[in-house]
């Protein structure tokens, strides 16, 4: 069966994007795999899926899946395609739409500048609901990673993070770190591991060791939950820019019981046609 497809990116966070409103895709973890392999498929970090609506109050549903088959709860920079994607192809021409997803809903607009804004939210904090295994719900806690002590801020964005200050993003042990922290047997549906580095009260670097894709060159819900986590621990304020190996994001967050704002790019590369069978 052929399929066609888009090829998006956020920052360098690329995904693979399919239409499914019209009819239903079967897709399995096999599938996802296949596409997203760099050699023998499209190549993606992540691939999108746009569905109908499943309730009144919505514009469409999104869903998500990871490299390695999983299917996952939100990705940021998929958002911002996600928005670009559905207006450019007539599926909408409301420039600011209600996307039903599997952590809740999101709120992307296409704002006049061809830049993307994200309401992603209200972050959620409490150890068990991200879920982080925890007798504290301390902002900052230790985890024991590879024999050594990690203090990291657990956050959850729609999905899990773990995130820790580092003191030079550039030399960050992602690459040994970052697969330990992903399995780390305190987050019992995996996480994703940030590495932030403060520039200034509203500047950080950041890379992300993405669940089931690893190391991403942007994650948005991950810059979410580092301005969040930085904010929390008295080293950042309202606004951040998050500068990404990709690109860089704007952040807003006016703290406890209020969505996170998120802007930035997003970007259409190709379109094609594809052998799912």
């Not at 296409?110 to 902002?139: K, Q, Y």
């Not at 999905?159 to 690459?175: G, K, L, R």
Request: proline residues 6%; glycine residues 10%.
């Amino acid at each position: 069966m052929r399929q066609r497809f888009t090829k998006m990116h956020g920052l360098g966070n690329d995904f693979v994007v399919l239409d499914a409103t019209r009819a239903p895709i079967d897709l399995s973890a096999e599938r996802v795999r296949r596409i997203a392999d760099r050699h023998f498929g499209v190549g993606c970090d992540q691939l999108l899926v746009v569905e109908p609506a499943s309730r009144p109050d919505v514009d469409f549903r999104y869903r998500i899946f990871n490299a390695d088959g999983g299917e996952v709860e939100q990705c940021g920079n998929g958002a911002r395609c996600f928005v670009r994607y559905v207006h450019e192809k007539g599926l909408t021409a409301r420039r600011e739409i209600r996307v039903e997803t599997r952590s809740g809903i999101i709120a992307p607009r296409l704002e006049d500048n061809g830049l993307v804004t994200v309401d992603m939210g209200v972050p959620v904090l409490e150890p068990a609901r991200v879920p982080f295994v925890s007798d504290s719900d301390a902002v900052v806690q230790p985890l024991e990673v590879g024999g050594a002590t990690v203090p990291i801020t657990a956050v959850s964005m729609g999905n899990p993070h773990a995130v820790q200050v580092v003191a030079d993003v550039d030399a960050a042990p992602v690459a040994q770190q970052g697969p330990l922290i992903e399995g780390h047997a305190r987050f019992p549906a995996r996480v994703n591991a940030g590495f932030m580095q403060v520039v200034s009260p509203h500047e950080v670097r950041l890379r992300v060791y993405e669940r089931g894709a690893g190391e991403t060159l942007a994650c948005g819900t991950g810059a979410c939950a580092a301005v969040v986590a930085g904010i929390l621990r008295g080293l950042l304020a309202s606004p951040v820019c998050v500068h990404t190996r990709g690109g860089d994001l704007q952040i807003a967050w006016d703290g406890p019981a209020t969505p996170v704002m998120m802007t930035g790019p997003a970007v259409t590369v190709f379109e094609g046609e594809l052998e799912l069978d």
